[in-house]
């Protein structure tokens, strides 16, 4: 009895064995592979032993891989010791993966690689490959356009700050780095408030949700200066806005200078300050431009990598339109100290009003009604049409200004005979012949006070923040420049008048309007060997990128010392020079000199944030030399180098 309860017991604890062998045996073993399922997904599989050979094997590894798992390490010592490490862990039940670069067919890629265990006697395991190479290319992309954005936004002459929902410090560029004396790392990282480095500078200025104001913002060593700072919203599912913080301590030290008035008063003294600033203008003009050049610049070539609605673009537009208002500042500064290009035509001004109409309603407002009395016989001048719109939407602007409300603004063109000479303050209208573009508003007109500074270079009755005091200095700078004069008349609570006076040339010529060009077929593309010379990096990086898109071949030349050894070099074959106007040790216009004496048939646009008829007086009247103005566009430079290529711009002289 004992026997065979005994027998009994051993059988029990036999069974009960095997069960928990079976047990154990099922938890270590791994799900056996669907191939067919594999197969039918397209995916790359391989199945090996731990030491490399190969039992079966999917026709998508051929494809990705080659034959084999050796196809992997294609005979790289240091890649063949990874897989086989990671083969070894696979044995011994822990997965792994890799990524590895691949060739074949001449086309570069990349393999994620993942081995796994796959059980079976012997122990097999289970390879799989992936092509990520759309993948990676995609983020180096991303991460390059990154790279660029960050260097574009370091490379701004403005302090840019990101901003979360509770007015905290979340980002900045190398400008507000600097003038903070901390990283952006550590902002981020403390989360300082922007009340914390910037307070309002005038009871107008409080409103913190306003789109711009004046602040005085803090340094890091505890002193202060002015700045304009602007609030674009940035949309998306952080609910963060930019802070665009300009320093305004130069331009308020201007304001001190011109608030001293040049003794004995009149036009010598306008002239005098208009002196004065043109020189300051034309110091900062080429070195600002620079900058704008590159800013716009790579933003146009962000702007391309990108399709329509693509993440980051709304941000990316933000910026070049604060660069090009920037631009704008720049032309406001040469235009009223004249040094502003003008491109002087024989027109009707009457007929310019009439084209530019619909503009000037829109400058005016929707409350504004405008009223034109277009003489037909008044006269032609010799004016810029370009610069005269300017003039007067900017006019256009005030006087929709000057009546909230709304009301009727009256626009006259006439000929006028002055007899004899007439006080405009600043200047003297002489006696002659003109024809006269009056705008009358019926707001609330000018403070005598007020009237002998109106043409003075930012003087603004505005509030803080929403004018800039250029407008009338540069309506009055553009239009002496083009030999006109301007003069003001106003009575408080019944309106003002501004009168433009142009020397008649003759009468109106008949048939003045012009037919229309046909449409013309889009020529063939043009390919050239262009040299570039510019010595700011990131104009010369732009530019550059900006040509080899459009099909040329570049040589780049960071100076131009560095040119004239290009030009000298006889086997470099050269079609055109893009050069920048100042540079080191060989200016632009050395440059071009020794060009046009060695390689006469090179032809050549100079680039420059300067006006034209400066760059032209250093080279000579003579020089057969193109010219495009600092900042331009992606567009604008591909468009000008190849109508100078085909022959197709001509220089206005």
């Known amino acids: 009895m004992e026997t065979l309860e005994l027998g009994l017991i051993g059988l029990g604890l036999v069974a009960l064995g095997a069960a928990l062998g079976a047990l154990l045996a099922g938890r270590r073993a791994p799900a056996k592979p669907d191939f067919d399922l594999f197969e039918a997904t397209g995916e790359a599989w391989l199945l090996a032993s731990p030491k490399g050979a190969v039992f079966r094997q999917g026709g998508r590894w051929r494809e990705l891989v080659g034959e084999g798992l050796t196809a992997l390490a294609a005979g790289d010592a240091a890649l063949q010791a990874r897989l086989e490490a990671l083969a070894q862990d696979a044995a011994l039940g822990r997965s792994g993966s890799l990524e590895v670069a691949r060739s074949r067919g001449g086309i570069e890629g990349r393999l994620q690689v993942a081995v796994a265990p796959a059980g079976g006697r012997p122990p097999r395991l289970l390879w799989r490959a992936v092509d990520v190479t759309e993948r990676r290319l995609a983020e180096d992309a991303l991460q390059g356009r990154a790279a660029r954005l960050t260097e574009l936004l370091d490379a701004m002459p403005i302090g840019v700050a990101e901003l979360d929902e509770a007015d905290r410090i979340v980002g900045a560029n190398r400008a507000l780095e600097s003038w903070l004396g901390t990283s952006r790392a550590e902002l981020a990282l403390r989360g300082v408030a922007w009340a914390d480095v910037a307070a309002a500078a005038g009871e107008d200025d409080a409103d913190p949700d306003s789109a711009s104001r004046t602040v005085s913002f803090r340094r890091a060593d505890g002193e202060r200066f002015p700045a304009l700072v602007t609030f674009p919203s940035l949309r998306g599912e952080f609910a963060r806005r930019l802070a665009l913080i300009s320093d305004l301590s130069a331009e308020r030290a201007w304001e001190s200078v011109l608030s001293e008035r040049v003794e004995g008063g009149g036009e010598a003294a306008h002239e005098t300050t208009m002196l004065a600033l043109g020189r300051m203008a034309g110091g900062i003009a080429h070195d600002f431009n620079n900058l704008l050049a590159a800013i716009v610049g790579h933003c146009d070539l962000l702007r391309a990598g ?235 990086s732009f530019a550059a990128r900006a040509l080899r898109g459009a099909g040329h071949d570049v040589i780049e030349c960071e100076d131009g010392e560095a040119a004239s050894l290009v030009i000298d070099d006889r086997a470099q074959a050269i079609d055109l020079l893009l050069t920048d106007a100042r540079m080191p040790i060989v200016d632009g216009a050395e440059l071009v000199r020794r060009t046009l004496r060695h390689r006469p048939g090179v032809k050549v646009i100079v680039m420059s944030g300067l006006a034209e008829d400066s760059i032209r007086a250093e080279l000579g009247q003579g020089a057969e030399v193109h010219f495009l103005a600092k900042p331009f566009a992606l567009k604008a430079l591909v468009a000008r180098v190849d109508e100078v290529l085909r022959g197709a711009y001509t220089n206005p002289r």
């Open 306 to 540: 990108r399709g329509a609605g693509a993440a980051g673009g709304a941000e990316i537009d933000q910026i070049r339109s604060a660069a090009e208002r920037m631009a704008g500042l720049v032309r406001q500064l040469l235009a009223f100290a004249g040094l502003q290009t003008a491109k002087p035509k024989l027109v009707s001004p009457a007929a310019c009003i009439d084209r530019m109409s619909q503009a000037l309603r829109s400058a005016l407002g929707e409350r504004a009604e405008l009223a034109l009395e277009l003489g037909q016989e008044s006269g032609l001048a010799r004016i810029d049409p370009d610069q005269f719109e300017q003039v007067m939407i900017g006019l256009a602007r005030n006087a929709g200004e000057a009546m909230p409300a709304g009301g009727r603004v009256e626009l006259k063109v006439e000929r006028r005979q002055v007899e004899s000479e007439r006080d405009l303050s600043p200047g003297v209208l002489p006696a002659g012949d003109y024809v006269a573009v009056a705008l009358t508003d019926h707001g609330r007109g000018v403070d005598p006070d007020h009237r002998a500074r109106l043409f003075e270079p930012f003087f603004t009755t505005k509030p803080v923040g929403t004018g800039s005091g250029l407008g009338l200095a540069v309506a009055h700078g553009i239009v002496r420049q083009g030999g006109g004069w301007i003069g003001v008349e106003s009575r408080l609570g019944q309106g003002t008048t501004m009168t433009i006076y142009w020397p008649r040339v003759g009468p109106t010529a008949a048939g003045e309007t012009e037919a229309a060009a046909a449409p013309e077929a889009p020529p063939p593309p043009i390919h050239a060997r262009i040299l570039l010379a510019e010595d700011e990096t990131p104009v010369r």
